[in-house]
């Protein structure tokens, strides 16, 4: 059974940087991309950023382009998400979800595995 449990949430103020993990158990973790959304209050779960297996691909929401980074290390069996700049909009609890086989790596119902979130809070 794949499990993938979240850590690196907290209270950050506007400006301020977070590293999110994501360790994964089960399944065979360098075979499959991985993705992170996230959900703010009252509002839709969304994606943020996906990587390939192999790290070589990186794939962004247009928000976060250029303050967020996505990365792995395949030995650790764990994908991370640097969040710098961080903006009062960026609040929400964030998902990272294994990425299954089909094509699109920004719709949800591509990912089968999902973690249990870890809560942003972005605020003076």
């Known amino acids: 059974q794949v499990q993938l449990v979240e850590s690196g949430g907290g209270l950050v103020q506007p400006g301020g940087s977070l590293r999110l993990s994501c360790a994964a158990s089960?399944?065979?973790?360098?075979?499959?991309?991985m993705g992170w959304f996230r959900q703010a209050p009252g509002k839709e779960r969304e994606f943020v950023a996906a990587?390939?297996?192999?790290?070589?691909?990186?794939f962004y929401t247009d928000s976060v382009k250029g303050r967020f980074t996505i990365s792995r290390d395949n030995a650790k069996n764990t994908v991370y998400l640097q969040m710098n700049a961080l903006k009062p909009e960026d609040t929400a609890v964030y998902y990272c979800?294994?990425?299954?086989?089909?094509?699109?790596?920004?719709?949800?119902?591509?990912?089968?595995?999902w973690g249990q979130g870890t809560q942003v809070t972005v605020s003076s």
């Open positions: 979800a294994r990425k299954g086989r089909g094509s699109n790596w920004f719709a949800e119902v591509e990912y089968d595995y």
């Open positions: 990587i390939s297996w192999n790290g070589y691909s990186t």
């Open positions: 089960g399944g065979t973790f360098s075979h499959y991309g």
